[in-house]
């Protein structure tokens, strides 16, 4: 079977190779009649839909040794992105750093430019598994693009936005964070106009991670982005991934004709990396249908196609695949044998980051090396020259060639603090609103102290929600939405202390917490709250509606005089809070609370959290609301 997947794929190659071959002689031989402006613009329409053709088409144009700069760099993108897709990984490495060196020899290039040229060779350094050169670039294109305007600026910014998440979804296992830098590059896109199915589908796969149920809608978005810019390369990706989603929720049918067309394409395009997913999909539809053995076939086909390449991603979802298969079979020895090839698969990633650091470290030594050289050489002429002491001059060599070492060493340390910086104040804040996020919120919850002991003071959590949210994304866009989301966090902050705990935690919701609080203060911030976030929005310019919110609290410790055990803690008075905002949400323009007293008598925890009201009617808790 293996076999006859090869000779496939040699014979898939056959007529784009011989167009690169035809294309590049004939254009080194004898230069076509368009222009130069001409061929780089079709290179660039056709390097994700026929990513052969512009392989041919670049190196024919890259043939001219009289091409001028600008041309040749955007050549040299539309080469190593279309060498990329085809699996040509080392090709795009040597393609990014060229286009790095020639940025580099030409300060004169415009700044909007070159951060095109930079982010492209950073998503041809990202895509084959060269993470640290690429993040380098990335906070290189950031800083750029931070002192430049423009939508040529932003563009640059969604760029970096989508490849961080990348980082975050393929290499740190956080699909959350990523998912928070999509929807920052998502609003910047809208808000310039800008139509990117493959941010949609990298949205739509993260969405998968997160097992979100609206997984499959994302899917739908993308696809139908993708059709409308015709890019048939996202478009059939995104195919085969809602296959896999359809899979895993029972509809095979369809979701094995989706996969098999999807492969079809991909293997006249071609598209390796895409080929290799879309049979991992295949082998759990196999699967699912009860073709075990058929479906092991296929991940193994699908892995012997991906040997040699650096398809980091694309390997594990096979090698899950090929573990699932030998699951279903009962092979428990081959289970534990792929489960350890899976390891080391990903251990092997994080060594290659590790080198990736090392090589780098090392070539700047082997630059003050060759610095130490010249150094030595002039002091000798020096020597020569004027009869100097030699051992003074050898003890102030030596002296030199420390302190650049330590000055090379704290710059190199610095690089590293300021990167790592970024990406933490990018992954705390929620890009929408401006306050802190559910992680960050949830950190600032676990460091409040225990409160003071006062009689019947205690920390109280407010959560908020907007009344009828669905009709304004319904009615007047999500654009409309997200206006009303970062006013209403404005007044929220404006209406909170500056000791309170304001963060958005999901959706149209956003949490409070106060410290050290009795009940009736508590029902008193929680009507402050409810009047100063209701009132006039600008949904549309000119055009303003009247908004109101639901509010639910509780304390923690849930009882005064209970400081340990599940009630004493935040995600309890969470989730008593959630129940109190369900009830005030019934009403809407209004607030509940539930407030434990001394002890729970003979209710446990979790028959309060089951029915906070009978428990408010037998007396162990006290309910509120307002107004």
């Not at 079979?329 to 092997?348: E, F, K, P």
Request: aromatic residues 4%; contains cysteine; neutral net charge.
């Amino acid at each position: 079977m293996i076999d006859i997947v090869r000779r496939a794929h040699r014979r898939r190659l056959i007529v784009p190779l011989a167009l690169a071959l035809a294309t590049a002689s004939t254009w080194a031989a004898d230069p076509p009649a368009q222009t130069v402006e001409a061929a780089v613009e079709r290179c660039l329409s056709v390097r994700r839909s026929e990513p052969q053709t512009a392989i041919a088409l670049a190196d024919g144009v890259l043939a001219d040794p009289a091409l001028a700069i600008e041309p040749r760099i955007k050549m040299l993108t539309c080469l190593g992105d279309a060498a990329r897709i085809v699996g040509q990984a080392e090709r795009a490495i040597d393609v990014a750093n060229e286009v790095q060196a020639l940025v580099e020899a030409h300060p004169e290039l415009p700044p909007a430019f070159v951060l095109r040229a930079l982010s492209h060779a950073g998503a041809m350094l990202h895509s084959a598994g060269r993470t640290y050169q690429a993040e380098q670039l990335y906070a290189r294109v950031n800083d750029i693009a931070a002192s430049q305007g423009g939508n040529d600026a932003i563009v640059s910014q969604i760029v970096t936005l989508i490849n961080i998440g990348l980082i975050h979804a393929d290499y740190l296992d956080s699909p959350e964070a990523a998912d928070e830098h999509y929807r920052r590059a998502l609003a910047l896109a809208e808000g310039i106009g800008r139509k990117d199915a493959t941010l949609l589908y990298n949205m739509a796969i993260n969405q998968i991670r997160m097992g979100r149920p609206d997984a499959l809608e994302a899917l739908q978005r993308a696809e139908r982005l993708a059709e409308e810019t015709n890019n048939v390369l996202i478009r059939t990706r995104v195919r085969a991934a809602r296959a896999g989603v359809l899979a895993e929720r029972g509809q095979i049918a369809e979701a094995r004709e989706l996969v098999e067309a999807a492969l079809k394409t991909q293997r006249a395009l071609p598209d390796p990396e895409g080929e290799a997913a879309s049979l991992a999909v295949l082998s759990t539809v196999q699967r699912l249908s009860g073709e075990k053995n058929v479906a092991l076939r296929t991940a193994e086909d699908a892995l012997e196609a991906l040997q040699g390449t650096s398809s980091q991603k694309e390997k594990v979802q096979v090698l899950e695949a090929k573990i699932a298969a030998e699951a279903a079979l009962g092979r428990t020895d081959a289970v534990l044998a792929s489960t350890r090839s899976l390891h080391a698969l990903q251990m092997n990633a994080l060594k290659e980051q590790r080198l990736e650091i090392l090589a780098d470290l090392q070539a700047r030594l082997q630059d003050a090396s060759a610095n130490r050289e010249l150094e030595r050489l002039r002091h000798q002429s020096e020597i020569q020259s004027l009869s100097l002491d030699k051992a003074r001059l050898t003890r102030n060599f030596t002296i030199a060639m420390l302190s650049l070492l330590a000055i090379a060493a704290i710059a190199f340390g610095l690089m590293q603090y300021r990167r790592h910086r970024l990406l933490r104040e990018l992954s705390a804040i929620d890009p929408l609103t401006g306050l802190p996020n559910r992680r960050t919120a949830t950190s600032q919850l676990n460091a409040l102290a225990v409160p003071n002991g006062r009689s019947d003071a205690r920390h109280v959590l407010f959560l908020i929600d907007i009344d009828h949210f669905k009709r304004i994304n319904d009615n007047y866009g999500h654009h409309a939405g997200d206006g009303v989301l970062a006013d209403l966090s404005g007044r929220l902050k404006a209406a909170c202390r500056p000791c309170d705990i304001v963060a958005r935690w999901g959706g149209e919701e956003f949490l409070v917490a106060c410290a050290d609080l009795n009940c009736d203060q508590a029902a008193a911030v929680a009507e402050r709250l409810r009047q100063a976030l209701a009132g006039d929005f600008e949904l549309l310019p000119g055009q303003t509606r009247l908004l109101t919110v639901s509010v639910g609290f509780a304390p923690f410790p849930f009882f005064s005089g209970i400081r340990n055990g599940e009630a004493s803690g935040w995600p309890y008075a969470i989730r008593l809070a959630d129940r109190a905002l369900y009830a005030a949400k019934i009403r809407r323009n209004a607030w509940a609370g539930f407030w434990g007293g001394h002890d729970a008598g003979e209710d446990t925890p979790d028959q309060i959290l089951e029915s906070p009201g009978s428990a408010v009617i037998a007396g162990t808790i006290t309910g509120l609301a307002g107004p």
